[in-house]
């Protein structure tokens, strides 16, 4: 089995981000929504630690302010994907054949419909894009391959004792899940939640570069790469560059944690 050292120096670089994106308004140098049209698609320097965006806006202050927003979406994202999978796993794992196998078909139609279409509609149908809108949008087309997981360890363990003798007892169907369900299928599926918040950031991160995700006025990650085009034409690299280093940086870091959970995991299920 392939063993994967503990990812300190993930931990330490995703850690250090964070920590800049909470206490954001301390690092920044400036207001990161002021337009200053005297000083556009300026380099780095002294005045501007990584330049101004093509709006005059400062690069340095922007990246805290929009990664706040951009973990925000990720972390709401994936919590309501984890819920929704693990509610639906559960059920599905739970109920009869027939029934089980109905809800496995309309996960699989709905794993069949490429998820940026999804999220496309939905958000059209809830209107303006806002940091939580786009969330809940993405939240609830990605949590399918979870709860196929859940699942699958649900029905290996749904007929054991204390299962039984829960349901017997009178035990309630949310009862069931957090105290004899979820500790058992948890390990199975944390390293899916984990790289859900890196997938959750790379999908805002492509609908705002698509010019379809988050309006202008709302800082994230993915809307400062949403300027790509004008940069690129200015010769002006560190307006993308810059926030897409940070971007690539952070869904590594995640990657790399879920990975070792991953692997750590089926260490453990091979020494059963």
Not at 10 to 27: A, D, H, R, T, Y
Request: with cysteine; aromatic share 10%.
């Amino acid at each position: 089995m392939k063993k994967k050292n503990f990812p300190v120096f993930s931990l330490l670089v995703l850690g250090v981000i964070i920590l800049g994106c909470l206490f954001g308004k301390v690092l920044a140098t400036g207001d990161p929504f002021y337009m200053n049209l005297t000083e556009v698609s300026l380099p780095p320097g002294s005045a501007h630690y990584f330049g101004t965006d093509t709006m005059g806006r400062d690069i340095y202050s922007m990246i805290w302010e929009g990664g706040r927003v951009s973990l925000y979406i990720g972390i709401l994202a994936t919590a309501i994907s984890s819920v929704t999978a693990i509610v639906y796993g559960c059920v599905s794992g739970l109920v009869p054949d027939w029934l089980d196998d109905l809800l496995m078909r309309f996960t699989e139609i709905i794993l069949s419909i490429p998820s940026i279409l999804l999220v496309i509609f939905l958000q059209a149908l809830l209107g303006e894009a806002t940091a939580t809108s786009i969330a809940v949008v993405i939240g609830l087309t990605s949590w399918m391959n979870i709860s196929k997981v859940v699942r699958s360890e649900v029905r290996q363990i749904r007929n054991s004792d204390f299962v039984l003798a829960s349901r017997l007892a009178g035990g309630k169907f949310f009862y069931i899940l957090r105290k004899h369900l979820f500790p058992n299928f948890i390990s199975s599926t944390m390293f899916m939640i984990v790289t859900n918040v890196s997938a959750a950031i790379g999908t805002e991160a492509t609908l705002s570069f698509l010019g379809i995700g988050l309006p202008m006025e709302i800082i994230s990650w993915g809307s400062m790469m949403s300027l790509s085009q004008k940069a690129l034409l200015s010769n002006s690299w560190w307006i993308i560059l810059i926030p897409g280093l940070f971007l690539v940086t952070t869904l590594v870091c995640i990657t790399n944690v879920g990975e070792y959970i991953r692997l750590r995991n089926n260490r453990e299920h091979s020494n059963l």
